[in-house]
């Protein structure tokens, strides 16, 4: 018995490879278009991509797989822009900044046996892209020295001139002065840069749940809180601190008492500057005169530096008395939470340091990073100072 042939079968068979040929041309064509991006566009995307990552566990305890993943499209980002910024130095500026501030917030909270296990499944689900990723560094030895009160200044400026850009987005603002406290380690605009840094994270919270429709309404001590947070953002100290004492007549509370805390920091920062401003000039011209052994310009710069210092006694006094009374708002929020609050309590161990005390603050920065745990991004970004304070002190 014969077959029966059938002509319409056959003439689908036949076109069918060059349709599955078209078709793999296409991902093809398709792939090498995404990969063909330019280097400063394909890093926008990815940095992108990686902060959404980084935004969606601010609120909750840290998932090391998560920061992992935002690691790996970080560092494929920083190759990018670095590759950018050789022709077009100024216009990948802002983004590589952005870029490098991100990605040392993410290797912070990350593993590298969880960067290894992404890896590892990266190259199961694509096994053409065999490009080396850089690996953070987990040597604490390899930390840089402290720098110097003049090239932290410089890093703390510069970190200003990128939060008046990134107004719009306090999330990036935040990890920018992350990344500054922890380059300045050892130095006063470190604890500075930390404090702005965790005052970018409030505002932020503040935004996200500002968006959320169902929120309650706040009472009045909470309306309190606000209305000091943003004159404490002006940096109208004063009438900040008065907003708070309100709030603390109403409902005494920890966050009111480390509200309290900060302004009082603050303000002691704010002298600071005004003393150093004073005093370093001359302090530069008396090292100067000691390089070159000018011993008659010493003895001169001496007597002018003992006249200043006599002079410049009464703004010292306000200086300690604000750091008391910090310490004091710290130790009151510490014991209204029963002892167990990680802001007031790496404050406490902070302003230690601050008054060169660096056994007690040694010991009380271990005692911190022993007892807690962070749950969210502005407890990590305290604890992460705590880590690095105590390594500048050789802890």
Known sequence: MKTTKHPRRKQTEKHSLPLIAVFLVFCALCAGILRGLPPAE????LYSEATRILRSAS?????????AKAVLKLERAQKLIEEAAKTDPKGVERLQEEINAALFWARKFSTLPMIREIEKSHSKTDPDNTEPREEPDTE????????DSEKAEELF???EAFERSHE???YAVAMRWFQVADQTAGTDWSLRAMSRAREAQARYKAEQEAKEKDAPPQSEDEVLIAEGNKLFGRKKYNEALAKFRGAQKIKNTTLVQQRIGHTYLEMGYDLRDQYAKQYLPLLKRFNKARRRGDQRRLAYLRRQAQAMVIRLRPLEQKIISHYKNAEEAFRRGLALADGRDLDCEAHLAILQFQRKQRKTARRQLKGVLKKYTPGNDEERTVYEYCKSLLKFLRG
């Not at 394909?42 to 995307?45: R, T």
């Not at 609120?59 to 920061?67: H, L, Q, R």
């Not at 604490?140 to 720098?147: C, G, I, S, T």
Request: no cysteine; net charge neutral; aromatic share 4%.
């Open 42 to 45: 394909e890093a926008k995307q």
């Open 168 to 170: 719009n987005d306090q």
């Open 157 to 159: 400026r510069r970190a």
């Open 59 to 67: 609120g909750a305890a840290t998932d090391p797989k998560v920061y």
């Open 140 to 147: 604490p030895d390899k930390e840089p020295p402290a720098p």
